[in-house]
Structure formats: C-alpha cells, structure tokens
C-alpha cells in the first residue's frame, strides 16, 4: 500500500523560511518515475499546484511561489521537499504532497503551515 507522509509544518513568522517534507512508501524502486508535487489549500480555498517536479527534473511553480520555493527530491530516500523562502500570511494554508505516475495518483494526508506575527 502506498502511503506519502508529509512533516515540517508548523507556525513561523513572516519572512521566515521553512522546509517541508514527504516520504512516500510503497512505492519502492519506482518512485523516481513519479512526477511528485506539492499543492496547498488555504481555509475556504481550492487545492492549488505549489511547486511540481518531474520525472526527467522539469519543474513547474504556481506565480506567488516562483523564485521563493524550491522543489526537490532525493530518489534514493523516495523523499520530496520543498524549500519556501520569505514566507508571508498568504501562504497560510495546509500542504499535501503528490505522487502520480499514469492513472495512479496518491496524497498524503497534508501538514499545516501557518505564518503569523
């Protein structure tokens, strides 16, 4: 069963950076075929593409995230992150990583990130 599980949420002040975090399991040798991702849902929003990294290293950001957030991952941990830098209140929201390769498509369950004063 494969199962992606997110850390590094948390409450920071705005300004702050913050690394998040997403094993996956399950998924074994072909988890460096995955397109892997992550989106955010703010209170009351929609979920929306954060940061997507592909297969073959193309990446793709969502406008407020280009140039602050950097997406990785580490194939031989099956682990994607992202780096966010310059945080502000507007990115407030709960993050969920993503695998998908073809028709499968797996979530994790999501970890609140909260910038504050």
């Known amino acids: 069963q494969v199962q992606l599980v997110e850390s590094g949420g948390g409450l920071v002040q705005p300004g702050t950076s913050l690394r998040l975090s997403c094993v996956a399991s399950g998924i074994g040798l072909g988890f460096k075929l995955y397109t892997v991702g992550w989106y955010r849902q703010a209170p009351g929003g929609q979920r929306e593409l954060v940061a997507q990294?592909?297969?073959?290293?193309?990446?793709k950001y969502e406008d407020s995230a280009e140039g602050r957030f950097f997406v990785s991952r580490d194939n031989s941990r099956n682990t994607v992150y992202l780096e966010m830098n310059n945080l502000t209140p507007d990115d407030t929201a709960v993050y969920f990583c993503?695998?998908?390769?073809?028709?499968?498509?797996?979530w994790g369950q999501g970890t609140q990130v909260t910038v504050s004063s």
């Open positions: 993503n695998a998908q390769y073809f028709s499968l498509d797996y």
């Open positions: 990294l592909s297969a073959n290293g193309t990446t």
